[in-house]
């Protein structure tokens, strides 16, 4: 568990650590600014790209195979970064990282596989917390690094915690016996990725060209077009990359549709909060901290998260996930409340945002939960990685549509030398608290419809064979899907009844 928790925490930072070295990229690489955002989002298309298809791999290939070889990109990578001297090379490397976004969806599926019900609840909840622990711990970090130190050393330093992470789950993790049959659908994943590359295109993009330009239309037309065949295709082939059928019943659609809207809310409260208390004394609200200060503010928010991992189990077990997951969302409102009351007072900014991430806590930690009681054991990996999928998409739009509205509030101001300086206005922030807390409160209606379904328990026949390390669980009924009948037989074990 340990390995699998320090392997989120290494993903998220190679994530987020390379946001205080944007602003001294155009210098170092000698790129413009509009170039330099690719770093950002490069690694957006990738990892959104490579969670569903390396999900879809773990269930029929094996999900520890998968995980190191997600690993393995994200060391590779940094090792890229490490040595790139212009943008082409870092932005190589920077795509190779993130094909590690899978690793979280993909040590949640492995978890349930290999642990016994009583202790699956509280490890999950640990190890949907660490994406807090991660963005909140990179920033000060890589602040740290790039001010004393050349900014290579923030990419060796990626590169040394994550191959000593997948040496460790090379050497400690044990592949779990449950395999998907069937091929690979090829064909839905090239479908699936063009379709998330324009979409993420779209949505990373819309700030900068404006969200009525044609090539914003053109890339949302095409996304609309592609994705709507690869719903076709995916309807019809035998052995689909996404169950569409299966993703489209409540029961794990609307988790699906909580995931995206939780992930907007998620990260509003990190992207706006690093921004306001930098902004500058004449503003009348900024507290002009440094890059390294103001990750420094975000730190209680990831110690939180880790804290509220347990409480968040216990809730969920106590209770049921959708109740946590409801919960959250509430709690995440109401922090984003007290920031649209107070966000002048560095302690209020600290306060708010730890709100906010309590709710994140619980509703990250109740999202897979409520995917694994929904889907069978041998589609664990692809249904978990599709959720992660759908908070990468909500943090984009969050990206663009926050972008967007604090642009549009944006003024000059006059310092005492009577230097201009641009920034937004403190309505323009309260606007994004309020977006975002409308968001939050759309995924706490979004949990409440999610219908209500059985407790899964051990089966007592599994109980009896030789595989001691990991116990499956017997599903709620489902309308049995075309397809999936014979060969969920064929991968279950002797023994054991549907």
């Known amino acids: 568990m340990a390995v699998l928790a320090a392997g989120g925490i290494v993903t998220t930072l190679a994530q987020t650590a390379v946001v205080p070295l944007l602003p001294q990229l155009p210098r170092l690489t000698g790129a413009g600014p509009v170039d330099i955002g690719w ?72 978890l349930r596989g290999v642990l016994p019900p009583q202790r699956t609840g509280s490890s999950v909840a640990l190890m949907s917390s660490t994406v807090g622990v991660g963005a909140a711990l990179g920033l000060p970090l890589a602040a740290v690094l790039v001010q004393y130190a050349d900014w290579h050393a923030m990419f060796w330093a990626m590169t040394m915690l994550s191959t000593g992470v997948l040496a460790l789950a090379w050497r400690l993790l044990r592949e779990e016996p449950v395999r998907s049959s ?24 819309a700030g900068e060209w404006g969200w009525g330009s044609w090539r914003i239309l053109g890339l949302s037309g095409a996304a609309l077009l592609i994705l709507t065949c690869w719903t076709v295709q995916q309807r019809r082939a035998a052995r689909p990359l996404v169950d569409v059928r299966l993703a489209t019943r409540p029961a794990v659609a609307l988790p699906h549709l909580a995931a995206l809207l939780a992930g907007f809310a998620f990260y509003a409260n990190s992207l706006v909060t690093a921004q306001l208390v930098q902004a500058p004394l004449v503003t009348g609200y900024g507290l002009a901290l440094s890059v390294m200060a103001a990750g420094v503010c975000l730190l209680p928010s990831g110690v939180i998260m880790v ?30 409340g007290l920031r649209f009351a107070d966000s002048r007072q560095l302690w209020a900014v600290i306060v708010g945002a730890a709100v906010v991430s309590v709710g994140t806590a619980l509703a990250y930690s109740a999202l897979p939960m409520l995917i694994m009681r929904a889907v069978p054991l041998e589609q664990t990996a692809a249904a978990n990685g599709l959720n992660v999928l759908m908070r990468t998409i909500g943090q984009a739009l969050c990206s663009a549509v926050i972008a967007t509205v604090l642009v549009q509030h944006t003024r000059l101001f006059a310092d005492p030398a009577g230097v201009a300086v641009a920034a937004p206005t403190l309505d323009g922030y309260r606007v994004a608290f309020a977006v975002a807390g409308a968001v939050a ?55 054991t009844t549907a």
Do not use: H
């Open 39 to 110: 770093v950002v989002t490069l690694t957006l298309l990738t990892g959104a790209v490579a969670t569903p298809l390396l999900g879809r791999a773990g269930d029929m290939y094996g999900k520890r195979r998968m995980l190191l070889f997600a690993l393995g990109a994200l060391a590779a990578g940094s090792l890229v970064c490490a040595f790139a001297c212009n943008l082409p090379w870092l932005l190589a490397g920077r795509a190779l990282q993130g094909v590690g976004a899978a690793v979280v969806p993909l040590s949640i599926s492995f």
């Open 182 to 205: 069937g091929r690979f659908d090829l064909l839905g994943a090239c479908g699936l990725s063009a379709g998330l590359v324009f979409v993420l295109l779209a949505l990373s993009k």
């Open 307 to 336: 804290l509220c991992a347990p409480l968040s189990a216990r809730l969920s077990a106590a209770r049921e996930p959708k109740l946590t997951l409801t919960l959250g969302t509430l709690v995440i409102a109401a922090g984003y």
């Open 441 to 495: 409160l759309l995924a706490c209606a979004a949990a409440c419809l999610i219908p209500r379904q059985p407790r899964l328990v051990p089966s007592s026949d599994l109980q009896e064979t030789e595989q001691d390390a990991r116990t499956e669980f017997r599903l709620p009924a489902q309308r049995p899907l075309a397809n999936d009948v014979q060969e969920s037989a064929e991968a279950r074990p002797a023994g």
